[in-house]
């Protein structure tokens, strides 16, 4: 029997093109759909509703108490600490804190100090973080050196 | 007919396949392209997702959206109240939940404070205010 179209040592060349299409087809969705990651953290704080609050607010000494200020437009015009103005300093007011609770060593536990943010309506959210920031802790080099863990909300301002 | 060399490009290609890849992040589904979140140098993202989140997030006018709906602070509290019927009927309770705000770096902070006291009606009590690390 003789077998057509045989030729011997004919190099058999695959198709590439359904390959790539399909390569390209995967790369643009990995491309399109590629997007930077930004780290992102919490900040926790734990609120439960006041009524069963004053049980907890035995347990501790009188809460720190921040007022933040604002303006029209959502600008920070003051803090203060315990009715200590600050004026916009966010450094005046760690160091503030530091010296009020005493010490920089954490306190393990529900122990620890409680400080209560109460802002203008309008302020803008950004300075209620760099306050909540300030309050919380300070970066000693790579360690997180911690005050405050325990922050709360006063009651909305209208 | 004379054909190119394909090799080098298609090593090329899926070098480039495999960059994208492994970069990709599909848990940043979460994010609203309305919130620009504001940053502290504080934050450290957390070693373990936390338990039954439900992520808020609070658009600079004060606009919420839970789960793709929009909700404002006065009818949050249905959309709340959907989510803890989920929770319940995975067998916990509403204080295993957490609420994760993820706020617009401009909105009033009146306004996250609302969306905190409606959460706090509906027994709601862990908070986390989500904010961007900051590492410079």
Sequence with gaps: MKIRNREEGQETQLNM????????LL???????????ELEGDFSVRMPLAGNDSVAMDSTELPIKLRMRADELGRLTSLSLNEIDLGQDFDQLRGNVISLIGTTTPV??????????????????????????????YKDGNEV?????????????? | M????????????????????V???????????RVKLPSSQLVKPPEAPLE?????HVAKDGEIFLGGDSFTA???????????????????????ANVVIRAHKDTAAGDVQEVIRVAQEVNLENFALRVKEDRS
């Design chain 1, 17 to 24: 093109t359904s390959m790539i299409d399909i390569v390209f």
């Design chain 1, 27 to 37: 790369l643009i969705f990995f491309v399109m759909t590629f997007k930077i990651v």
């Design chain 1, 108 to 137: 393990e536990g529900d122990d620890g100090p409680e400080i209560e943010i109460d802002t203008d309506y309008n302020l803008r959210y950004e300075y209620v973080i760099r306050a909540i920031t300030a309050v919380s802790g």
């Design chain 1, 145 to 158: 050196v911690k005050l405050i863990e325990k922050i709360k909300f006063a009651k909305p301002r209208r």
């Design chain 2, 2 to 21: 004379a054909e190119g060399d394909l090799t080098p490009m298609i090593d090329m290609a899926f070098q480039l396949i495999a960059f994208f890849m």
């Design chain 2, 23 to 33: 970069l990709i992040n599909f848990a940043q589904t979460e994010s609203n392209d």
């Design chain 2, 52 to 56: 039954f989140p439900i992520i808020l």
């Design chain 2, 74 to 96: 006065e009818t949050l509290r249905v959309g709340l109240n959907n989510e803890i019927a989920v929770i319940k009927a995975e067998g916990k309770s509403v204080k295993d």
